[in-house]
Each structure stands twice: as structure tokens, then as C-alpha cells.
């Protein structure tokens, strides 16, 4: 479901980082609080795999996928911390046979469908070994810094409570291996373990500041009467020594052969006194002792942070990380014993064989037989229950409310699919179905989960308290008589409640200070018990120590009504009205980053009982809406954390920590390569250049809808493709100006009798995959490198709006006017005047802006003097202006008449910017440097140059002024305005300022391309609906939004700069070797 629900978001341009989980607990943001790279990553290979495979088959496989190879990362990792390799060996076989008795260990129990599914612990364990082996090599050896800093940041994003566990087995991992080394040892170990604390705490930044910005509203359910104190405090020393002993820790159900060899492995490594055997000891020690609890450490235990939130009874995962290597040593020693008598050792081998893996070989396999049978059982028992599914589906096409089937303490537990097995109850598979529920909870995590166990299915205020509106419950059960039939089936009975739906007016009665979760629990209990009699809410503040200000209690508005309820996971629309005012609850869980806004204003939200959202209306009717946004700093410390992360590879790439020897051979045979490949022909990179386009196609194709507004044409695509209709049915539709006059693709389209809207897409297309080779065509004129030019092709390509504007709004042809602006410059540049006219025509009939490049032709022929200069720009721009003019006189559609003139228009948009009227002025400003990133910083990077060329080739400062001109007086949007100057700034930017650049280096090029994608947000979540569109151009987002992407342009502007500045690889190595072996 969370991997469902996170592609859900990625697909609707909601963050996936940070979004609602609406089916479970009233709702709550699961991935503000809980780890999420393991979810996000099926989510990637299913964009990767360009949706070819569904969700749910790549998530099983993914699982299978790390269920089989755990014994191969254990291998690895012993052997990179050097253990020998039978130790190894035996320990990477023990890893996948540990069997505990599910007690939510590192035993396959707890992945598999007989126990408890745990995927992101199954990503730990693997993560957890890499860490320690990371760690632990970098400590030793001083290398491998990159290593222990992304392994330990994927274990804090795919686990919390095992990232946890990592540093306290680290913090051990750290102190054996340096007791009795000498100090500069040591203070080189203190700075590599510094420099790796210090890099994961920046690149998780994002999950772990967030989450302590908002603590309060994940429930610490520590104390609730609802959870198992064994969950919380553990078992204590005497029961779980009996399970060490009794060989239940490693054994459950066998012969203890592993509980033995991890006995046998602590005596050999005091015995043999191996640092690194007695490291595994002391971490043994330590998890054991933590393991016990509370019971036995009792306040002790306080000492560690966050003991509240601690799940105590999951350190079991820490005495599996340090036995399961015991196992390995303790094999490996009674091996040793035998090397001098072959015989011996071979028949110690068959015994061992025999003795060991025959037992825990054959528990497993009646294990897996079980659980396979239970699977099939439950999979075939589902599949014949068509009478839940459709059951279901009425609930989530009828909507409106929560569905309910029972608790595990009632008849719930008996909707089990008649499997003969405790297994797959009626309420787990609303969560499968994606159906919101009242339901056991599922992890407790929301503030008001907890009261949902007090659920009364007999009182009719509990169904409208949670919005519950429907109840399946089985065939001749005694339900409430207020409960109605909506449908009946063999098996089950659908009901429907009285229930007022999501969003009610309520009355509050008074306004409470409340300090701990404790305290919140025990007024919502008190509260709630007395809830059906008085049918009013309390007003929390929370957490706090005083209540606030008047008002202390609002009355109900028994008038009021709610009319108009659309509900999306992460938003709602309300139409409602009361006379007076009132309270307007939202029966989800309550959280800060909800943001009601009532008829557009932003309105304060507070929280009810019990932990509900709830804002205060003014009396009359309003349209309301309530949205969730992602924590505000989530975005910036994202992208620092992937700023951090490419910044540790670049690192990484050029040690920073190593000799300097290795790099001077790497950087001669990477001469010699690249001297190998000197004779890269030109048509051979022209190709390269057009492959680039059609990878960056694929790649945003899978992160980019279609727009939906007005049947997937979009605003203007509307109106093109009239032009075609108009066209195609000889004048018959009226087509407003200027698309009327724009009629060279409405043409094309017409003759290839493609609906409008493939057709034109598919010329988009075209004109996209031929715009690569253009540019880089034209920057080669100009002498940039071949590595230099494709490098520009890259950044082109990734613009937002480039390629992805091409498969978002298929019915525009902007693609089209881009390429031909390309086909214009390069034409022009070279003197081909019949081919540069010809484009010119086509431009002018098809962007009659591109008509402004007829005087460039002039700047850029006038030093063959001023007659002959005019001469060309006549020949070239003649063809032009004629067919502009003869469309205008003799247009081939008809032309609406009405709408503002020209000179309006023009004063209209110039007065937006002027006044800065909806922000104009700053919209205007920001739309270059938002939508063309890093193209804009390049040539003020080095302004000298950069103004000694546009000196010497004026065309190009006239280019420059003219698209600058013309986004002023085009209109509002003013970022596909702007995209013009792309060919002016590459020249600048990839021929001039980077070839003489005394700092440039490829890996400052690989950081700036990086950056580059960050200042032009990159893949930013884009939805199809009108809104989503707003919110993605410059010229329209909201001004938060438009905030936010100047901050985060700042910030990659900034890093940029400080980039050209920082001693990353040999100053102008691309220079040195590239131009004068790349170059054709």
C-alpha cells in the first residue's frame, strides 16, 4: 500500500517524500515519520522499467531478490572486515538458517508470508552487515570513507530503529578496534568517523530534522493499554537467557547446533584473543544486555535516547548481527583443529555436514512447506471470495465514508476467509484495496489511533465520529438497528450508517491545554466515554502547557450544511455553509502540514478531540480547501542530501583520503584512452547527440503526464487544433489570431490525417529529437569540444521546458519553433542563404516571433560590409515577410473576430511587469535563471569573455535583447518566453566561457550538471490537472511556490559558484587533453 500510495504521488505531483496515507488510522503522513527508501525504490525500478512491470510483482520480487542473496552480503562483508573464509562462509550459510520462533529477528520469519512481512527490516539486515564491514574497514585501514557514508544514510532511510542499532554497534565497533593503538591512530579514526557522522547527518537531513520539527504527532503508544509492554520494555534477563541456553534465540524447534558454535566461537576468541573475533564478543555482550529490558536494566535503560519511542524487544536484531559471525568463528576454529589431518578433516566435514545443516536444512524446508501451503491456501481462499471484492468495490465507488468489519477482539476475527489458519481477516484487505477503513490498526502510528479500539459499533455517534458509512459484517449477525442494507451476497451483508461523511460543523465545548501524548490519551478516553450523550468536541492545544485565547467554545450550527464533499488522498473541496459561526471538522488524524484555506484564505487549524482536524468558518457559504503540504523544509534538505551524496561520489571518484600515485596512473591511462578515441568523427557524435535526446525522452516519459484540460489539448492546443479541424473541413471552424496566422504545423498535421492531438505531439517529437543535433552543431561552428557540445545537448535536453513540454502538453508546437530557431542560427551562421530563408518561411508561418532573427542575419553578414549584408538579409528575409503578410491578408482559416488588439496586448503584459501586478516584475526576472538554470550562471562566470564576445559578434547580443523583449510584451508566460536565449547562452557558456575556463575539470562539470538539474527542478512532481500546471511555470505558480524554486535556484547558484572555486581534479584537464583530442 505505501509503495502504491507513493507512486500515486509521484504520478499526481504531490511529493512522495512527504505525502498522506488516507486508508489507515483516520490517515497519516507515513514517510514524514517512517523510512521509505525501500518503498520509493520499487517505485523508481517501476519508473526505470517505464511501467512495463506492475507494483505489486516488483515489490515481490525485489523481496525474493534480498531474501536470497543475505547470505551473500554477510560473505562479503566478514571478508572485507577479514575473517577467514571458511569462518565466512559458514556464517553467510547460518544467516538465512537462524531460526528464532518469530521474535522479529534477522530469521527469515519475519519476512515471509507465515510471519510478518517486515520488507524495510529485510533491506536492514543487508545494510546493517555493509555498515559494520564499511565501518569497521574504514577505521582499520583509513579508506573507504564513500563506502561507510552512503551504506550507513540507506540504512537510516530504509530503517530507523536498525539505524539506531547500527550506531550503538558501531560506537562498540569503534572502541575495540582502537583500545591499545597508538594516539595518531586514533585521532585519524575520531576524524574518519566524524567525517562519516557528519555526511550521513547531512544527506538524511531531510527524514530526521523534519521529524524533530514535528515530534508530537506520531503516537509513542509507550504505555498505551493498547500494546504489549514487552514491545516497549523487552523480556528481561531470566526469560530470555532460558532462550539462549535452550537454543530459542538461534534454534527455535531443532537441534542447537548454531547456539553451540556461537558458544564455541566466544571461547575461541578469547582464547585466541583476535581483535576482531573479540569485537563480534562485545557486540554479542552488549545487545544481549540491551535486550533484556527494562525489567532488568530498569531506569538505566532511560539512558538511552529516545527510550520512549524504542520498540526494546526488536534488539534481538543486534544479538543476530553478532552471533551469526560467532557461528562462523566458532566453525572455523574446530575446523583449524583438524588442518593437519586430511582424513580427519574430511570426515569431521560429513559429520558436520549431517550434524549441522541436516537439522536446520530440514526445519526450514517444513517451514517454507507451511508457508508456501498457507499462501496457496490463502491466495485460492481470496480468489474464491468474489463476494468481498465486489463487496469492496460498491464501498469505494459509492465513497463518502470508512468502511468497518470488525476488531480482532470481536466478530471480526471471524471474517477469515474460512481459513483453517489464524491468517488474512476481511479488514487486512481493505488496506490491500486501498479502501479507507476503521480497522485494527496497522501500526498505531496516527495520535487518535488509539482511541479507535474503543470503537461501540452499537452507538450511532461512534459511525459518525470516525466517518464510518459502511459495515460488512457476515450473514446473520445481530448488527445495530440503525444500521441499513445496501446489499446482501452468499457470505456477506453490506450495511450503511447514519453518518454525516468526512466534514461536519460541530460544536466545541471548551478549549484544553494538553503537554504529553500520556495526557492526550487519557482526556480522549474521559472524553469519549461521555461523547454520545453530549455530541460536542474539545479544543486541544497541543502540546502545551497553557490553553490559548478566546474563543474557549463555539456553539454547533444545527443549520449547517455541507453540500459538496470531494475527497483525494491528500486534499479535500468543501462546499458549506452555516448562518453563524462555527467549527468545520475534517474527520481525518490532525497535523500541522494540513492548510485549509477558506475561499482562498489561509485559516489557522487546530485540533479536536480526539486528535481530529478542525479550522473556524465564518458564518455564510465558503468554498474550503484542506490539502496536505509536505514540511516546508523537507525540499531544501532534500536537496542538500542529494547535493551531499554527489558530492561524496565526486570525492569518492577523486580520493580525497588516498595516495596521490594511484590517481597520477588513473590519470594516464585515462589519457591514453581518451588519446585512443581521437578520431571520433563529427557524424559520429552528431549521432551521440541524438541518442541523448531520445534517452532524456524515455527518462522523463515514465515522470510526466499528459495534460488533461480541455480532452488532453491543453489552453492554446485547443485552439491549434481547431486550426487543423478548420483546415480539414475547408474553412468551416473559426480559429482565434494568433493561431490562425500560425498555420505551417496546423497544415502538416492536417495532410497527415493523425488526430490533432497525436499529430501534433508526433511533430514535436521530430523537432525535438533533430533539435540535439542542431545545437550541437551549432556550438561545434563555434569550436566548443565534442565532449563540451554533447554536454550541452545533455543540458538542453533535461529543461523543464524542453522535452518534458513536448510530452505534457502533446497539441503544442512549441518544440517545432525551437527547432526551427536552431535550423535558422545554424543556417545563418554558416551562409547557407537558401536553406536559412527557406526555415525563416517556415518560422514565420509557424512562431511569427522568429521573424526578430531577420536582423541578425544583418549583425552577423555586416562585416562583409553594409551593402552586401543587406543584400543577404533581403534575400533571406523576403520569403518571410511575404508569407506572414499574405497569411494575414489572405488567411486559410477563418479568423475570430474580437479580442484585444496587438497594441493592448502588448501595453497590458508590459504593465504587469512594470507595476509587478501579481508579482510580474519578479516572475519576469526569475523566469531565465528558474527554467534555464545553470545556461544562465555559465557566462557570468567568466564576464570578461562573455562581453568580448558579444562585442565581437553582435548578432548574438542583439539575440539576446530581442528574446529578453519579446518575453516582456508575449504574455504572463514568461519561461516559455525565455527558452529562446537557450542558443545564445549555450554558445556563451559550452564555446566561450568553459573552453578558456582555467577551473574547469570534469568533475566540476559533473557537479554542475548536477546542480544544474537541482536549479531547474529536475522531474518536480507534475500532475495533469490545471492547478499542477500552474504550479509548474513560473509565470502562473503560487507565490510559496514561487519562493520556494527561487530559494532552491539560490542554492544551486550559490554551490555553483563556490564549485568553480573548490581543487577538485587537474585544473583545465578537459582543456589540456579534450580539444585537442576530441576535436574532429
Not at 530459542?248 to 573475533?277: E, H, N, Y
Not at 539576446?960 to 525565455?978: E, H, I, K, M, P
Given at each position: ?96 538458517l537462524v531460526s528464532a520462533s518469530h521474535r522479529y529477528g534477522f530469521e527469515y520469519d519475519s ?792 497594441l493592448e496586448f502588448v501595453r497590458f503584459h508590459v504593465d504587469l511587469v512594470v507595476s509587478d ?156 587533453l579534450g580539444d585537442r583530442t576530441l576535436r574532429t
Amino acid at each position: 500500500m505505501f509503495v502504491e500510495r507513493a507512486s500515486e504521488a509521484l504520478a499526481s505531483g504531490e511529493n512522495p517524500f512527504d505525502t498522506w496515507v488516507p486508508e489507515l488510522e483516520l490517515g497519516f503522513p507515513q514517510f514524514l515519520y517512517y523510512q521509505h527508501l525501500p518503498h520509493l525504490a520499487v517505485v523508481a525500478l517501476h519508473r526505470a522499467l517505464l511501467g512495463s512491470v506492475d507494483l505489486v510483482t516488483l515489490f515481490n520480487a525485489l523481496r525474493y531478490l534480498l531474501l536470497v542473496t543475505f547470505p551473500l552480503t554477510v560473505l562479503w562483508s566478514l571478508r572485507r572486515m577479514g575473517l577467514p573464509t571458511v569462518a565466512a562462509c559458514v556464517a553467510a550459510g547460518a544467516a538465512s538458517l537462524v531460526s528464532a520462533s518469530h521474535r522479529y529477528g534477522f530469521e527469515y520469519d519475519s519476512y515471509v508470508w507465515r510471519g510478518f512481512g517486515m520488507y524495510t527490516q529485510l533491506w536492514a539486515v543487508h545494510l546493517s552487515f555493509l555498515a559494520v564491514a564499511s565501518f569497521h574497514s574504514l577505521i582499520l585501514r583509513g579508506r573507504g570513507h564513500a563506502l561507510a557514508i552512503l551504506t550507513f544514510s540507506a540504512l537510516a532511510l530504509s530503517h530507523l530503529l536498525y539505524a539506531y542499532m547500527a550506531a550503538i554497534t558501531l560506537g562498540v565497533v569503534f572502541v575495540v578496534t582502537l583500545v591499545g593503538r597508538d594516539r595518531a591512530t586514533i585521532r585519524v579514526a575520531i576524524r574518519s568517523a566524524a567525517i562519516v557522522a557528519g555526511a550521513v547527518a547531512v544527506i538524511t537531513s531531510y527524514m530526521w530534522v523534519p521529524f524533530l520539527v514535528v515530534p508530537g504527532y506520531i503516537n509513542e503508544s509507550y504505555g498505551s493499554p493498547y500494546i504489549r509492554p514487552t514491545f516497549y520494555d523487552s523480556f528481561g534477563a531470566p526469560t530470555i537467557l532460558g532462550w539462549l541456553v535452550s537454543g530459542q534465540l538461534l534454534d527455535a524447534g531443532r537441534v542447537p547446533m548454531f547456539t553451540l558454535l556461537c558458544a564455541v566461537g566466544i571461547a575461541a576468541a578469547i582464547r585466541l584473543r583476535s581483535r576482531l573475533a573479540l569485537t563480534f564478543v562485545a557486540l554479542f555482550a552488549v545487545w544481549l544486555v540491551l535486550y533484556f529490558g527494562r525489567p532488568t536494566l530498569g531506569p538505566l535503560l532511560d539512558l538511552l535516547p529516545l527510550h520512549r519511542s524504542l520498540l526494546v524487544h526488536r534488539f534481538i536484531g543486534g544479538v543476530h548481527l553478532a552471533a551469526i559471525p560467532l557461528v562462523g568463528i566458532g566453525a572455523a576454529w574446530l575446523w583449524s583443529l583438524l588442518e593437519r589431518r586430511p582424513l580427519a578433516r574430511t570426515t569431521a566435514l560429513a559429520v558436520l555436514a549431517i550434524v549441522l545443516l541436516i537439522p536446520a536444512m530440514r526445519e526450514r524446508w517444513t517451514y517454507y512447506t507451511f508457508n508456501n501451503e498457507w499462501l496457496g491456501d490463502t491466495r485460492a481462499a481470496l480468489a474464491a471470495d468474489t463476494d468481498a471484492r465486489d463487496l469492496i468495490a460498491r464501498v469505494r465507488e459509492l465513497g463518502g465514508g470508512r468502511v468497518y468489519a470488525g476488531m480482532r477482539n470481536n466478530w471480526g476475527e471471524s471474517l477469515g476467509f474460512g481459513l483453517p489458519f489464524r491468517g488474512v481477516k476481511l479488514y487486512n484487505l481493505f488496506a490491500f484495496e486501498r479502501a479507507p477503513s476503521l480497522a485494527p490498526p496497522y501500526r498505531g502510528a496516527s495520535v487518535p489511533s488509539d482511541v479507535i479500539w474503543d470503537f461501540r459499533e452499537g452507538v450511532a455517534a461512534d459511525y459518525d465520529l470516525f466517518g464510518v458509512r459502511f459495515v460488512i459484517a457476515p450473514r446473520g449477525l445481530q448488527v445495530a438497528p440503525f444500521l441499513t442494507t445496501v446489499a446482501q451476497t452468499v457470505r456477506y451483508v453490506l450495511y450503511e450508517a447514519p453518518t454525516s461523511g468526512y466534514v461536519e460543523y460541530v460544536g466545541v465545548a471548551g478549549r484544553v491545554a494538553i503537554p504529553t501524548q500520556a495526557d492526550l490519551l487519557a482526556r480522549d478516553r474521559a472524553w469519549f466515554a461521555d461523547y454520545p450523550a453530549s455530541r460536542t468536541y474539545l479544543r486541544y492545544d497541543y502540546p502545551a502547557r497553557a490553553a490559548g485565547a478566546e474563543p474557549t467554545a463555539t456553539p454547533p450550527c444545527p443549520s449547517g450544511l455541507v453540500t459538496y464533499v470531494r475527497a483525494q488522498p491528500s486534499r479535500f473541496d468543501v462546499v458549506a455553509s452555516c448562518p453563524a459561526a462555527a467549527a468545520l471538522a475534517f474527520k481525518i488524524a490532525y497535523h500541522p502540514n494540513w492548510v485549509v484555506r477558506v475561499d482562498g484564505a489561509q485559516t489557522e487549524t487546530f485540533m479536536l478531540s480526539p486528535g481530529i482536524l478542525a479550522v473556524a468558518m465564518p458564518p455564510g457559504r465558503h468554498f474550503v480547501t484542506a490539502e496536505y503540504l509536505s514540511t516546508p523544509a523537507k525540499a531544501p534538505l532534500l536537496v542538500l542530501g542529494a547535493l551531499a551524496v554527489l558530492a561524496v561520489l565526486a570525492v569518492a571518484w577523486r580520493p580525497a583520503f588516498a595516495s596521490p600515485a594511484p590517481r597520477r596512473r588513473a590519470l594516464v591511462a585515462w589519457a591514453a584512452r581518451v588519446a585512443a578515441r581521437r578520431a571520433l568523427a563529427e557524424t559520429d557524435a552528431v549521432i551521440v547527440s541524438f541518442a541523448i535526446v531520445a534517452a532524456v525522452f524515455l527518462l522523463l516519459a515514465p515522470f510526466t503526464p499528459r495534460i488533461a484540460a480541455n480532452r488532453g489539448l491543453g489552453f492554446d492546443g485547443e485552439s491549434y487544433a481547431l486550426a487543423v479541424a478548420s483546415l480539414r473541413e475547408h474553412g468551416a471552424v473559426a480559429v482565434s489570431a494568433p493561431f490562425a496566422y500560425r498555420i505551417a504545423p496546423a497544415v502538416l498535421v492536417a495532410l497527415s490525417g493523425l488526430d490533432p492531438r497525436a499529430g501534433y505531439q508526433l511533430l514535436d517529437v521530430v523537432a525535438s529529437l533533430a533539435s540535439g543535433p542542431l545545437l550541437f552543431l551549432l556550438l561545434r561552428h563555434y569550436r566548443a569540444s565534442v565532449p563540451l557540445a554533447l554536454l550541452a545537448v545533455a543540458w538542453w535536453a533535461v529543461l523543464p521546458f524542453g522535452l518534458r513540454l513536448t510530452l505534457y502538453y502533446p497539441a503544442l508546437p512549441d518544440a517545432v519553433g525551437f527547432a526551427l530557431l536552431l535550423a535558422i542560427l545554424l543556417t545563418a551562421v554558416r551562409g547557407r542563404l537558401v536553406l536559412c530563408a527557406v526555415a525563416l518561411a517556415v518560422g514565420a508561418l509557424s512562431r511569427e516571433s522568429l521573424l526578430a532573427l531577420i536582423p541578425f542575419t544583418a549583425l552577423l553578414w555586416y562585416r562583409d560590409g553594409p551593402r552586401r549584408a543587406a543584400l543577404r538579409m533581403t534575400l533571406v528575409g523576403a520569403p518571410a515577410l511575404v508569407g506572414f503578410a499574405a497569411t494575414h491578408l489572405f488567411p486559410l482559416v477563418p479568423v475570430l473576430a474580437g479580442g484585444p488588439s496587438l497594441l493592448e496586448f502588448v501595453r497590458f503584459h508590459v504593465d504587469l511587469v512594470v507595476s509587478d501586478t501579481y508579482g510580474g516584475l519578479w516572475r519576469y526576472l526569475l523566469a531565465a535563471p528558474l527554467s534555464l538554470g545553470l545556461f544562465v550562471a555559465l557566462p557570468f562566470f567568466a564576464p570578461r569573455a562573455s562581453a568580448a564576445f558579444l562585442r565581437r559578434e553582435p548578432a548574438w547580443a542583439y539575440l539576446v535583447a530581442a528574446t529578453l523583449f519579446l518575453a516582456l510584451v508575449g504574455g504572463r508566460d514568461d519561461d516559455r518566453l525565455v527558452y529562446g536565449l537557450v542558443p545564445a547562452l549555450a554558445v556563451l557558456g559550452f564555446a566561450v566561457v568553459l573552453p578558456a575556463a582555467a577551473w574547469r575539470s570534469w568533475p566540476r562539470l559533473l557537479i554542475l550538471t548536477l546542480l544544474h538539474l537541482v536549479a531547474i527542478r529536475f522531474l518536480v512532481p507534475l500532475g495533469p490537472d490545471t492547478p499542477s500546471w500552474f504550479d509548474y511555470a513560473v509565470g502562473w505558480m503560487s507565490p510559496p511556490r514561487l519562493v520556494n524554486a527561487a530559494l532552491q535556484g539560490i542554492l544551486a547558484f550559490s554551490l555553483a559558484a563556490l564549485v568553480t572555486l573548490l581543487p577538485l581534479g587537474r585544473p583545465r584537464l578537459g582543456r589540456a587533453l579534450g580539444d585537442r583530442t576530441l576535436r574532429t
